[in-house]
């Protein structure tokens, strides 16, 4: 792929790419928001498992 083919293929996506609507940025927001919040809890439980299980309180 020369220059020139990638230059039009550049142009070819910005001219049918459009803004995104609130819609789709709400969406995109909560889809992320829900991966977070997943993620999140895996490692609370596997944080809460490695303390309660291989370093129980011998106080």
Do not use: C, H
């Not at 910005?14 to 889809?31: G, M």
């Amino acid at each position: 792929m020369n220059l020139r083919e990638l230059i039009d293929s550049w142009r070819r996506i910005f001219q049918i790419s459009s803004k995104p609507t609130k819609d789709e940025y709400l969406a995109v927001f909560k889809i992320t928001m829900l991966g977070l919040l997943i993620i999140g809890v895996v490692a609370f439980i596997i944080r809460l498992l490695f303390y309660t299980l291989l370093f129980p309180y011998m106080g």
